[in-house]
């Protein structure tokens, strides 16, 4: 049943490897669980109790709020594809509630801070020198995750119209318009890497062998040089998603247009950006009002 139900999650409905694999354990440990209360207990026959003593497990082993809430996300999944399938005839996790998680607000960078790294003369002369700049240009110009900066290719580009296209969440596609520095540096940087590095595949973004860069590389590229200038613990692209959703909203732009960009599904999402916005605001107010 388990593995029907991922194949149906890869194939049907287009999740992520990474999100299948991890409901993939979370529904096998489940299996344990109910296995460990009573051997006769299947699929079929446990119910919201069994569900909510798995939580309780979960948290007793001091797994966080966020974890327990996937694997119930997964455990209700399981049960609507199980239904749908007719294996089974209810879903004892429909009406379990999962822990409240505190959601921190993220963090970014300030404008100064990413004024100052993006400075020419910040930069060296080496192909690796201008990729770096040009993929953190690209992070804070467009707000998009690393998932899909590294499957860019040269054909989604479109220097005519200033629009880059990018393949999101489960292979959801979006326009993203883009400025003139961004271009500008993007045709630098085809023009180094078009003369310097073998070419390989249709990756836009590469490695001096001609491979497509792969999250690891691009993650530490971004931490290195985001070190340069700030702080901050988490130094990573997403610091520069939100950083550019900050921004856009700082200057004047709509939460609905933000959303869009970002390539949310809810607007709840994009609104836990005016909160980081407003304790920006409080943090000037008290550093600046003589009585606060």
Same mark, same amino acid.
């Not at 239904?83 to 505190?102: D, W, Y």
């Given at each position: 049943?388990?593995?029907?139900?991922?194949?149906?999650?890869?194939?049907?409905?287009?999740?992520?490897?990474?999100?299948?694999?991890?409901?993939?354990?979370?529904?096998?440990?489940?299996?344990?669980?109910?296995?460990?209360?009573?051997?006769?207990?299947?699929?079929?026959?446990?119910?919201?109790?069994?569900?909510?003593?798995?939580?309780?497990?979960?948290?007793?082993?001091?797994?966080?709020?966020?974890?327990?809430?996937?694997?119930?996300?997964?455990?209700?999944?399981?049960?609507?594809?199980?239904?749908?399938?007719?294996?089974?005839?209810?879903?004892?996790?429909?009406?379990?509630?999962?822990?409240?998680?505190?959601?921190?607000?993220?963090?970014?960078?300030?404008?100064?801070?990413?004024?100052?790294?993006?400075?020419?003369?910040?930069?060296?002369?080496?192909?690796?020198?201008?990729?770096?700049?040009?993929?953190?240009?690209?992070?804070?110009?467009?707000?998009?995750? &690393?998932? #899909?900066? *590294?499957?860019?290719? %040269?054909?989604? @580009?479109?220097?005519?119209?200033?629009? !880059?296209? +990018? /393949?999101?969440?489960?292979?959801?596609?979006?326009?993203?318009?883009?400025?003139?520095?961004?271009?500008?540096? &993007?045709? #630098?940087? *085809?023009?180094?890497? %078009?003369?310097? @590095?073998?070419?390989?595949?249709?990756? !836009?973004? +590469? /490695?001096?062998?001609?491979?497509?860069?792969?999250?690891?590389?691009?993650?530490?590229?971004?931490?290195?040089? &985001?070190?340069?200038?700030?702080?901050?613990?988490?130094?990573?692209?997403?610091?520069?998603?939100?950083?550019?959703?900050?921004?856009?909203?700082?200057?004047?732009?709509?939460?609905?247009?933000?959303?869009?960009?970002?390539?949310?599904?809810?607007?709840?999402?994009?609104?836990?950006?005016?909160?980081?916005?407003?304790?920006?605001?409080?943090?000037?107010?008290?550093?600046?009002?003589?009585?606060?």
């Amino acid at each position: 049943m388990i593995e029907g139900f991922l194949e149906y999650l890869r194939h049907e409905r287009n999740y992520a490897e990474l999100t299948v694999r991890e409901y993939g354990r979370d529904l096998e440990h489940f299996q344990s669980y109910f296995k460990t209360l009573d051997d006769s207990l299947s699929w079929e026959t446990v119910d919201s109790d069994v569900v909510r003593g798995w939580m309780e497990c979960m948290m007793d082993s001091r797994q966080s709020a966020t974890s327990v809430n996937r694997g119930l996300s997964a455990l209700r999944s399981f049960y609507k594809y199980a239904m749908m399938a007719g294996l089974v005839a209810g879903n004892p996790a429909r009406t379990v509630k999962g822990p409240k998680k505190h959601k921190p607000l993220p963090q970014f960078l300030k404008e100064s801070e990413i004024d100052e790294l993006l400075q020419p003369e910040m930069w060296g002369e080496r192909f690796e020198d201008f990729r770096a700049r040009t993929l953190l240009l690209m992070f804070y110009s467009t707000g998009i995750r &690393l998932s #899909e900066a *590294i499957g860019l290719d %040269d054909t989604m @580009v479109d220097f005519t119209t200033g629009e !880059l296209r +990018v /393949t999101g969440k489960r292979d959801k596609q979006r326009i993203i318009p883009f400025g003139e520095e961004l271009k500008e540096a &993007l045709q #630098e940087y *085809i023009r180094r890497r %078009d003369n310097e @590095v073998p070419r390989k595949s249709e990756a !836009l973004f +590469v /490695t001096k062998e001609g491979e497509r860069m792969n999250r690891n590389r691009v993650g530490y590229e971004v931490w290195k040089h &985001l070190s340069r200038v700030t702080t901050l613990r988490k130094r990573s692209p997403h610091v520069l998603r939100h950083t550019f959703a900050t921004a856009m909203l700082n200057h004047e732009a709509g939460l609905e247009s933000v959303k869009k960009l970002l390539g949310h599904e809810s607007l709840s999402t994009t609104e836990i950006y005016t909160h980081a916005t407003f304790e920006q605001l409080k943090r000037v107010y008290k550093n600046a009002h003589p009585r606060a």
